[in-house]
């Protein structure tokens, strides 16, 4: 791929052509679209859910979770969506539609990676709880799809499996060695994802950019503060979750976690404050 931060249309079509990107399926777009009204009708959101049985078991299982089930347990996906909200809402949709869209690998490699997912979405979205004028749902959806292009690559390229192996034992980034032996990137390919998915451009642009060592420095033109913001939570989160998880890192490095903490002004005790976070949902994950 160029080194150029603008993707032409030609670079476009040959990532297309060079790796099998799912398309959002119909009641994911039918959902968002409701949602995104200045005035969503909230039993047409209910039966856009109930019409597809993925979407239906995450809504309750969510709602009837320990975030959300207070009080008497719920039945029906039109008591889940009062529940949970229509941000929370869009947010499962979302996930459980992803996570359905990508198969084709082994169930355990799928099942561990969407839980270390779905942990760093989770923590994203509480460091952005803490931070002025960051969506959390953002920076959960935000979180969820950047590295969404990782099993793309891998049912892709037969030998993608034995790169990342390589990258954890060498404790090297990952990205780095995509660029060295593959046509691209899954940040690259994440970004086309999230615009074949109809989510906002800002998502795919954070996507886009957020292996890129001068991240914190482009101008607003190129990647706006929206986006950097997004990106930063996401270092911290998943940087904070690898250390809890003892975790080789290959995906953010000292240097973009360095910047992210500056960017976010998070101090040592606020870091401290954080881990606390992270063993929680760790520990709530697994209950």
Request: charged share 20%; glycine share 6%.
């Amino acid at each position: 791929m160029p080194t150029s931060r603008e993707l032409s249309t030609d670079d476009i079509q040959k990532v297309m052509s060079t790796v099998d990107i799912p398309t959002c399926p119909a009641s994911v777009t039918d959902a968002m679209k409701e949602a995104q009204k200045d005035e969503p009708d909230l039993k047409r959101l209910s039966d856009i859910i109930n019409s597809d049985a993925g979407l239906s078991v995450a809504a309750l299982k969510l709602a009837n979770s320990p975030l959300f089930g207070v009080g008497n347990p719920v039945y029906s996906v039109r008591k889940a969506v009062d529940r949970l909200g229509i941000k929370n809402v869009v947010c499962v949709v979302v996930a459980s539609a992803l996570r359905a869209s990508i198969t084709g690998l082994p169930a355990a490699w799928l099942e561990s990676f969407w839980k270390r997912t779905t942990l760093v979405s989770i923590i994203a979205s509480l460091i952005a709880r803490r931070q002025y004028g960051i969506s959390p749902d953002a920076a959960y959806t935000y979180a969820l799809f950047h590295d969404a292009a990782i099993p793309l690559m891998m049912r892709r390229f037969p030998n993608y499996g034995e790169l990342l192996d390589n990258c954890q034992r060498e404790a090297s980034m990952l990205v780095v060695a995509e660029e060295s032996f593959f046509p691209c990137t899954h940040p690259i390919v994440g970004s086309l994802l999230v615009r074949n998915w109809g989510l906002p451009s800002i998502l795919g642009l954070a996507i886009r950019f957020h292996h890129d060592r001068e991240a914190y420095d482009l101008p607003d033109r190129t990647l706006p503060g929206g986006a950097v913001s997004l990106i930063a939570v996401t270092h911290v989160a998943e940087r904070l979750l690898g250390e809890h998880l003892n975790e080789v890192d290959i995906e953010v490095g000292s240097e973009l976690f360095d910047r992210a903490c500056d960017f976010l002004g998070l101090s040592v005790d606020d870091l401290d404050r954080l881990r606390t976070q992270v063993t929680s949902a760790v520990e709530n994950a697994d209950a």
